[in-house]
T-cell receptor
């Protein structure tokens, strides 16, 4: 059974600081996703990572994938308050066809 | 192009009642997925449907839960005889085609928060 673990689960940081969220998964995966969820809202797709060494950046967020270590990171640079949200990673395999397996989520709070 | 629409946003039921959750996928999307999110947890896959067909229901509880996606109209997730443990946020997602061999993104709705009293 595919398992996905994120850490930390809760993260409180000051504006302007950098930090990294980690996502480990238990078996070989074909695709890894990062989503953002604001309270009471839908999930917003941030990144899709497909291959070992993939790196994608959007604004202050950068995601990377190491398939050998079964690890993805979401790096936050110079955090701002607007980044406060819950961030989920999710993985799937082509053989699974449809299902995404999500991590528990990291609740990020950026303090002024 | 409206996104994935779910209704109601909030649903309150007493134990033993039925809950019906609706999901209208994005225009042109014929694949629908239901996920459940318990408090402080990630989303858990429940079921994957195409028009008039259930493709993968491996995440659905064996009893009381059913889903359909008719030729016309929204997808429905139905929970019979609800219990307190069914209280959760239920999210629907859609994609234009099967994701198994593509990199199709899933587009999520805003969810239905079910509360069982």
């Amino acid at each position: 059974e595919l398992k996905v673990e994120q850490n930390p689960l809760f993260l409180s940081m000051q504006e302007g600081k950098n930090y990294t969220i980690y996502c480990n998964y238990s078996t070989t995966s074909d695709r890894l996703y990062w989503y953002r969820q604001d309270p009471g809202k839908s999930l917003e797709s941030l990144f899709v990572l497909l291959s070992n060494g993939a790196v994608k950046q959007e604004g202050r967020l950068m995601a990377s994938l190491d398939t050998k270590a079964r690890l993805s990171t979401l790096h936050i640079t110079a955090a701002v308050h607007d980044l406060s949200a819950t961030y989920f990673c999710a993985v799937d395999m082509l053989t699974s066809g449809s299902r995404l397996t999500f991590g528990e989520g990291t609740q990020l709070t950026v303090n002024p | 192009n409206a996104g994935v629409m779910q209704n109601p946003r909030h649903l309150v039921r007493r134990r033993g009642q039925e809950a019906r959750l609706r999901c209208s996928p994005m225009k042109g999307h014929s694949h629908v997925y239901w996920y459940r999110q318990l408090p402080e947890e990630g989303l858990k896959f429940m079921v994957y449907l195409q028009k008039e067909n259930i493709i993968d229901e491996s995440g659905m509880p064996k009893e009381r839960f059913s889903a359909e996606f008719p030729k016309e109209g929204p997808s429905i997730l139905r929970i019979q005889q609800v219990v307190r443990g069914d209280s959760a946020a239920y999210f629907c997602a859609s994609s234009p085609r099967a994701r198994g061999t593509t990199n199709e993104k899933l587009f999520f709705g805003s969810g239905t928060q079910l509360s069982v009293l």
